[in-house]
């Protein structure tokens, strides 16, 4: 007896991931999800530097401005609810003083700036199309740090002007990495604050527009996340109490099927030895001082000095 739909993956035959690949994963929530399942075994990753970027002009203004080396001055700072936030950024930036927050800002920006230029696979999640612009200085704002709502336009994108976007995010980034593979994915967290059928409309404008791009462009793929989510987990079991984010089981699977496609066999196994270390790392002894405790601990030493030993930029 068949109980799912089951979406048909094949191992990806060119640029897969290794230990040696260098990753950076921008946009949504899901990013981050999927990023710490990479830094839990020890792949070369960096996360969304400003934090959670939900939509595509978002992360295109990030790009933008760290390859030209852009920084931030006060003027293009806030300041609300006693404390200092830029529209550009998410709140986890957020700092009680102008000083700190453009502190961090250009920091976060360089080092994206190197990440760009270094990185073998970029992962990007888009959110969503619902963009909300600043009535007073015409920009559209990665999040709105709680402001009022009058002091903002809601909007979404059209396929075209995504599409127009991921074009510019690839040119820019090419413009310095010409090799550099893109991995699109769209998150299967859904806006139902923006409602069930704006949500809809927001996933298939995404949907649309990250194929048009892929279509027209060599090392471009595209991770079915959001279909997985949809199709392979139609149950509610899947999520978190919010009945909106996917819980840690769902995060699970899909990291499962994202690794049979993304991930060689030599990092497929390397990652299970790594889990392995890492499970054994957190086990607590009945007696820390007995005989066979010591001699787990000396083989558990010998296991991590193999790996890093091996890859030296892993460390435990």
């Known amino acids: ?40 075994h020890k792949f070369q990753s960096t996360i969304n530097p400003f934090g959670i970027l939900f939509h595509p002009l978002a992360i295109e203004n990030l790009v933008a401005r760290a390859i030209n080396k852009d920084h931030y001055t006060e003027d293009e700072l806030i300041f609300h609810n006693e404390q200092w936030s830029c529209l550009d950024a998410h709140s986890k930036l957020n700092g009680v003083s102008a000083e700190e927050l453009l502190s961090n800002l250009n920091e976060f920006l360089d080092q ?64 310095v990495n010409p090799k550099v593979n893109f991995v699109f994915t769209v998150s299967p967290v859904r806006h139902l604050k923006d409602g069930f059928v704006e949500n809809t409309r927001s996933k ?22 959001y279909e997985i989510v949809m199709d392979e987990l139609r149950d509610y079991r899947f999520y978190n109490s919010d009945m909106i984010h996917p819980n840690e089981l769902a995060i699970d699977y899909i990291w499962e099927k994202f690794k049979t496609v993304w991930l060689s066999q030599e990092a497929l196994e390397t990652s299970e030895l790594v889990a392995s270390i890492q499970t054994k790392k957190s086990h607590r002894p009945f007696n820390p001082h007995s005989e066979a405790h010591q001699q787990f601990l000396e083989k558990l030493k010998n296991e991590i000095d193999d790996v890093c030993e091996r890859y030296p930029h892993i460390s435990f």
């Open 1 to 40: 007896m068949k109980l799912q739909t089951n979406i048909k993956l094949e191992p990806q035959q060119h640029d897969q991931i290794d230990y040696n690949s260098k990753i950076l994963l921008l946009g949504s929530c899901f990013s981050e999800h999927i990023g710490s399942k990479f830094e839990y």
């Open 112 to 175: 994206t700036n190197k990440q760009l230029n270094a990185s073998n696979h970029i992962i990007i999640t888009l959110g969503t199309g619902w963009i909300y612009r600043h009535i007073s200085s015409d920009k559209f704002v990665a999040n709105c740090h709680k402001l009022p709502h009058k002091q903002f336009l809601k909007e979404l994108l059209s396929v075209e002007q995504i599409t127009e976007s991921l074009e510019a995010i690839i040119t820019l980034i090419r413009s």
């Open 204 to 225: 298939s404008h995404l949907i649309a527009a990250i194929h048009q791009v892929i279509d027209a462009r060599n090392q471009l793929y595209y991770f079915p996340s």
